[in-house]
């Protein structure tokens, strides 16, 4: 499992890398073809339960709140958000009328999908457009990632008390601690190496601050992941889908990022660069 793991991160992680350094259009593509597999996870989970999400809605709206990211941050939020959602309800609406007698759940379910998936995931390219965005971003991810790597580690090797039991039996509290002192430290590690041979000498990225995102990264993001976990135990699913071995499906694997970039971007923005 873990090479599995392992290899998919080696042949993903230099497209990733390419992508944020390449500009915001070439990561705002990236990220569209991940949102738009995990949104098409999303819906075929939702349908194994018997319900039906709007498609049209979903995947239009995450391009939209995509493109309103790139073209005006969060400028355009007061009149994409309620379009959206008048959308959503005349689409349903419409099933209703044509015989779809739980098309208000399947209303509600278009929204949590489009706000959860699409509005979480637009910020991505929130924190990608900050000042000196490429390494906030390569700062927050990786930061996460060193947590998660850390708690399967620590957890499969030391893990004996189980965190959430019906959630994810195989996270423990040895490992979810193991995995917030592996963001604590891995975190500040990268933001060494990013002043020492890229950001220039009065950059914001400081040790202190890329240690408050470790710590931050290492906390939260988790919930992420046990959200989806929550949707899968609910219809009987182990993985929202099988494109990437080891990981599962899109959902399985960005469940935790979009939290990681939404709760960085509010950081940074917030605390760094108020």
Do not use: C
């Amino acid at each position: 499992m873990f090479s599995q793991r392992a290899l998919v991160t080696a042949v993903l992680l230099p497209i990733g890398i390419a992508a944020i350094l390449a500009g915001e259009i070439w990561f705002g593509v990236l990220i569209a073809f991940i949102l738009i597999l995990a949104i098409r996870e999303y819906i075929q989970l939702f349908q194994t339960g018997g319900l039906q999400p709007s498609g049209f809605v979903l995947w239009g709206g995450i391009l939209v709140l995509l493109a309103a990211r790139l073209v005006g941050g969060f400028a355009y939020d007061y009149g994409v958000l309620p379009l959206l959602v008048m959308l959503a309800i005349s689409a349903h609406l419409i099933a209703f009328e044509r015989g779809r007698d739980q098309a208000a759940t399947d209303f509600a379910v278009t929204l949590t999908g489009l706000f959860y998936v699409g509005y979480l995931g637009s910020y991505f390219l929130a924190l990608r457009g900050l000042p000196e965005g490429i390494w906030w971003v390569l700062l927050v991810l990786p930061g996460g990632w060193a947590a998660d790597s850390g708690a399967y580690m620590i957890g499969s090797a030391i893990g004996k008390h189980k965190l959430v039991p019906r959630l994810s039996p195989k996270k423990s509290w040895e490992g979810y601690i193991g995995g917030i002192g592996s963001a604590i430290i891995i975190t500040p590690l990268l933001a060494l190496v990013y002043r020492s041979l890229w950001l220039p000498p009065d950059t914001q990225i400081t040790l202190a601050r890329a240690a408050i995102i470790g710590g931050v990264m290492g906390v939260l993001p988790t919930l992420g992941d046990l959200g989806v976990s929550m949707l899968k135990r609910q219809f009987g699913v182990k993985d929202t889908g099988n494109l990437l071995p080891g990981h599962g499906g899109i959902l399985d694997r960005i469940d935790s990022w979009l939290w990681m970039v939404t709760l960085g971007y509010l950081l940074v923005r917030w605390f760094f660069l108020s």
